[in-house]
């Protein structure tokens, strides 16, 4: 579509992942890529660039387009009338403007209002917590999700945790996005997503895959990184320390890795661990442990939180919110409920040590339903007094991404949020929290959201 036509690039902002995607694409389509302004057919500059700084020598006829042109070209696959996407040529007015506004140049359609702000001046628009997650997003970019995936999870089990954070944010942006993604800036324009990132998202679409994936996720130190990690109870350190001293498989840890007893688990449990379940297998664990608890006291009641709650069609483990009264004395309540659901062996292993004063409050652990035809699964049980009701089943409900983002959030305006409460007031030294200020009334989730000024997301909303 873009026989004959010549493409000058001028450099001002453009990244060299961003260029290398369109000089290809503009190559792919016949078009001709060329290092001089005076003999294109069009010059393609960023739209965010200083046009004051860009030479006089551009500003002839009406060939200085911004770079959303080309990609609309692309995305739509024709030459696609360009008046709308001139860049001017920057005026006296902006000259004489003020600093704020002499800074980025202006297409004719374009628009100078930061997408950062709401109306009230506020950024809660730029954290995950303020927008809804779409339910089977997945599905309208797959393969852009499954390669970004790929490199957080080998990132993730090399220790990497920033690099893995930050594809983690953009595959978050992209299932928020919930269209398909097309062009650079579909991708770019979304909120924590930077040009590095976008270049990758655009090589999946113009390749297939990432030459990225291909050279971290397919060595042997990746495989049996990989491998290691997927053991619960072995984190990424864990993981390389066993490969550099030579383990490769599951059976050379069982014999030399020294394990530790939840790591032995891990193995013993392995691929049942890897297999998800379904939400009615869920609910059936659940119901057990909701009658052993109605068993110590009748007062007491149950939620599923996880990814359960957030509408999940498969879960990986199982997490059960038991509830108290606020007059009812924790103690025992924990320990009386597993000794219930032990001595029908439903819960097979510990994954934790119970604390002998009875106090515990968090049980990790193993049960297994009965018949053979189940299979061992991962189960959490945390009892919380009713006061903290509303921040502990929003915290134990997640998603992991959306619970930072919000407590972040909270942060900005002098708050704290754990699962226990929320704080306003909060005085902080850098990280550190010097006054608790006060606690907030919290009866329910929607509460947190009215004190945080967000608009409420119910839990399927949630699943970042």
């Not at 200085?64 to 042109?69: A, F, I, K």
């Not at 052993?292 to 059960?320: F, I, W």
């Not at 907030?440 to 945080?452: G, V």
Request: include cysteine.
């Amino acid at each position: 579509m873009f026989s004959g036509i010549k493409f000058y690039f001028h450099p001002a902002k453009f990244s060299k992942g961003r260029l290398n995607v369109f000089t290809t694409q503009v190559k792919n389509h016949c078009g001709i890529v060329v290092e001089s302004s005076e003999e294109a057919t069009y010059v393609i500059v960023e739209e965010s660039c200083d046009t004051l700084s860009l030479p006089t020598s551009l500003w002839h006829e009406d060939r200085v387009l911004g770079s959303v042109w080309l990609s609309k070209c692309l995305k739509e696959k024709l030459v696609v009338e360009f008046q709308q996407f001139r860049i001017t040529k920057p005026s006296l007015k902006r000259l004489t403007s003020s600093p704020e506004s002499a800074g980025a140049g202006t297409s004719e359609s374009g628009s100078n209002k930061s997408p950062d702000y709401d109306s009230r001046g506020q950024t809660s628009k730029k954290y995950a917590c303020s927008q809804p997650s779409l339910k089977n997003s997945e599905a309208c970019n797959a393969a852009v999700l499954d390669q970004l995936q790929k490199l957080a999870d080998v990132y993730r089990a090399r220790g990497d945790q920033w690099r893995a954070h930050g594809y983690e944010k953009a595959i978050s942006a992209i299932r928020r996005h919930g269209k398909e993604i097309t062009s650079f800036e579909d991708v770019a324009s979304l909120e924590g997503v930077g040009c590095k990132m976008a270049a990758k998202v655009m090589e999946v679409i113009t390749t297939g895959s990432l030459r990225k994936v291909e050279e971290l996720c397919t060595t042997e130190e990746s495989r049996v990184v990989d491998l290691f990690s997927n053991i619960w109870g072995a984190g990424p350190s864990a993981a390389h320390t066993w490969y550099t001293k030579g383990y490769r498989s599951l059976e050379d840890l069982i014999k030399n890795g020294n394990l530790t007893k939840q790591q032995q688990i891990g193995i013993k449990y392995y691929n049942e661990f890897l297999d998800r379940m379904s939400r009615k297998e869920v609910e059936e664990i659940g119901q057990k442990v909701t009658e052993s608890a109605k068993e110590v006291n009748s007062s007491l009641t149950t939620m599923l939180c996880g990814s359960y709650r957030r509408g999940k069609q498969t879960c990986g483990d199982v997490d059960v919110v038991v509830l108290k009264p606020q007059q009812l004395n924790s103690k025992q309540i924990l320990t009386s409920i597993l000794s219930r659901l032990k001595d029908t062996v439903f819960i097979t292993d510990d994954l934790v040590s119970l604390e002998k004063n009875g106090n515990q409050r968090k049980y990790l652990g193993v049960c297994k339903l009965p018949g053979d035809e189940h299979k061992h699964r991962r189960l959490d049980i945390f009892v919380v007094p009713q006061t903290e009701s509303a921040c502990a089943i929003m915290h134990y409900t997640g998603s992991a991404l959306f619970n930072r983002s919000i407590r972040l959030l909270a942060q900005t305006k002098n708050m704290h949020l754990s699962e226990h409460r929320l704080c306003a007031g909060v005085v902080r030294q850098g990280k550190e929290i010097v006054d608790e200020g006060q606690v907030l009334s919290t009866p329910t989730e929607e509460s947190i959201f009215k004190h945080l000024d967000l608009e409420y997301r119910p839990p399927e909303e949630r699943d970042h």
